[in-house]
């Protein structure tokens, strides 16, 4: 019998695990500085809960922001609940952590997005993608310099 370890489940229960810590630790403390987050996630998602209105207004997928003004943040262990302001009325929401398609924060730079099999040409299964930068940057990076050339490390900034 053959097993196979499903590198692509384990990696996106981490990376779920590290959000909801991230939130976690928002949640105790507040956000530092200027941090802040963009989080997508897929609005029909059976364990998802929000607002007909805005389910109807975003049919598949919503991007939220947390940043200036959120309130009643509560993590739990398959997902958080949180009220938003939506033209100055307070909503709800509930998203489960396998309901985010990306999270990102802008001030650091730092992005996860999720990608299932019927996105991916892969037949593997679910993976975390990275930019298609990622993947240039690494073309550049095995680019050998020749002797004498300047170097510019803004095109390995992501």
Known sequence: MSREI???????????GLIRTVLQEVADRGLPGNHHFFI??????????????LRDRYPGEM????????????????????TLNFGDAPEPLYIPYDAI???????????LRFETAEDS????GPSLVEDEEEEASNERADAKPS???????DSFRK
């Open 6 to 16: 499903d590198y692509g489940n384990l990696m996106h229960s981490a990376m779920r």
């Open 40 to 53: 997508t996630f897929d609005t029909n998602h059976p364990g998802a809960q929000l607002a007909d209105w």
């Open 63 to 82: 991007t939220v922001v947390m940043q200036h003004w959120y309130d009643n943040l509560d993590v739990g262990e398959d997902g958080f609940g949180i």
């Open 101 to 111: 398609e990306t999270f990102v924060d802008p001030s650091v730079e730092f992005g």
């Open 121 to 124: 040409d892969d037949d593997d």
């Open 147 to 153: 002797e004498g050339d300047v170097v510019s490390l």
